[in-house]
């Protein structure tokens, strides 16, 4: 990973946090993303990848959920960096009940962390980019994921009765 160039939303704490920490010990160059409200805590993260020995950090401030914005960290981090290679999407929004929701719509992810089962944050920064290493393009930690990935393939109702059990958290 040294000299590779990373980019990571959500990197204010967390999983993000972690996963800035873990490639700037293996040498990696960081473009850092998030909200302007965690602007001190991003310029902590910045300053720790780089103790940690990541050779420059860039850190912008952006809404994952204005498709400008990202474009707009995007194209900064190439014309800092001059390229991009990998692409650590880990901003606390996501889809539960459709892949064909509107970004714009989606929910915080952290409201539903009592809701799914997780698992401890370093053993899944550590297995996410240890599988990145390998050549992996896609990582789901924990792996039980994908078997609720395959349940809302083969039996959408299924899936879609658990989900909706959380209805005031999930927007249809």
Same mark, same amino acid.
């Given at each position: =990973?040294? &000299?590779? $160039?990373?980019?990571?939303?959500?990197?204010?704490?967390?999983? &993000?946090?972690? #996963?800035? @920490?873990?490639?700037?010990?293996?040498?990696?160059?960081?473009?850092?993303?998030?909200? !302007?409200?965690?602007?001190? !805590?991003?310029? *902590?993260?910045?300053?720790?990848?780089?103790?940690?020995?990541?050779?420059?950090?860039?850190? #912008? %401030?952006?809404?994952?959920?204005?498709?400008?914005?990202?474009? =707009?960290? $995007?194209?900064?981090?190439? *014309? !800092?960096?001059?390229?991009?290679?990998?692409? /650590?999407?880990?901003? &606390?929004?996501?889809?539960?009940?459709?892949?064909?929701?509107?970004?714009?719509? %989606?929910?915080? $992810? =952290?409201?539903? !962390?009592?809701? /799914?089962?997780? #698992?401890?944050?370093?053993?899944?920064?550590?297995? $996410?980019?240890?599988?990145?290493?390998?050549?992996?393009?896609?990582?789901?930690?924990?792996?039980?994921?994908?078997?609720?990935?395959?349940?809302?393939?083969?039996?959408?109702?299924?899936? @879609? #009765?658990?989900?909706?059990?959380?209805?005031?958290?999930?927007?249809?």
């Amino acid at each position: =990973m040294a &000299g590779k $160039v990373v980019l990571i939303t959500g990197a204010s704490s967390g999983l &993000g946090e972690l #996963m800035a @920490y873990e490639y700037a010990k293996l040498g990696a160059y960081l473009a850092i993303i998030a909200t !302007r409200k965690s602007e001190s !805590r991003l310029k *902590q993260v910045a300053e720790r990848a780089r103790e940690l020995g990541s050779p420059d950090v860039l850190f #912008m %401030f952006a809404d994952v959920s204005k498709i400008d914005e990202c474009r =707009m960290f $995007v194209d900064e981090t190439i *014309q !800092r960096f001059g390229r991009l290679d990998h692409l /650590v999407c880990n901003a &606390g929004i996501g889809p539960l009940n459709s892949i064909n929701n509107d970004v714009t719509k %989606f929910v915080p $992810v =952290m409201d539903l !962390r009592d809701a /799914v089962p997780t #698992m401890e944050a370093e053993p899944c920064v550590k297995a $996410v980019v240890d599988g990145i290493r390998k050549g992996a393009t896609s990582i789901t930690e924990p792996r039980f994921f994908n078997t609720l990935i395959l349940i809302k393939l083969i039996f959408p109702r299924l899936h @879609y #009765m658990f989900f909706n059990s959380f209805s005031p958290l999930v927007e249809n």
